[in-house]
Nanobody
Framework: QVQLVESGGGLVQPGGSLRLSCAASESISSLNVMGWNRQAPGKQRELVAS???????NYVDFVKGRFTIARDNAKNTVYLQMNSLKPEDTAVYYCNLKYSAFHQYWGQGTQVTVSS
């Protein structure tokens, strides 16, 4: 069973930056998609960004130009660099490792709070 451990969350002022990390307990070099999703209180979990094993990235409109997803297969880690943070970015951010619709893993989540 693959374990995903997120880190890097915290409290930041609007306009600030955070870098989230997700470390996998096993190799992530095989064919897969890794991504970050977030969930704010009372709202549905939503996709933020994803990156395939081949390096193809996808971002939802509300983070384009501000967030960057990257992966380091040698370190079994995926990152989410978040710049120009806004209060509406406040949520619990979850790491996802997906091999198929029937085979995927989730991290425990890390809290990101953007407030002055």
């Amino acid at each position: 069973q693959v374990q995903l451990v997120e880190s890097g969350g915290g409290l930041v002022q609007p306009g600030g930056s955070l870098r989230l990390s997700c470390a996998a307990s096993e190799s992530i070099s095989s064919l897969n998609v890794m991504g970050w999703n977030r969930q704010a209180p009372g709202k549905q979990r939503e996709l933020v960004a994803s990156i395939t094993s081949g390096g193809y990235t996808n971002y939802v409109d509300f983070v384009k130009g501000r967030f960057t997803i990257a992966r380091d297969n040698a370190k079994n880690t995926v990152y989410l660099q978040m710049n120009s943070l806004k209060p509406e970015d406040t949520a619990v951010y979850y790491c996802n490792l997906k091999y198929s619709a029937f085979h995927q893993y989730w991290g425990q989540g890390t809290q990101v709070t953007v407030s002055s």
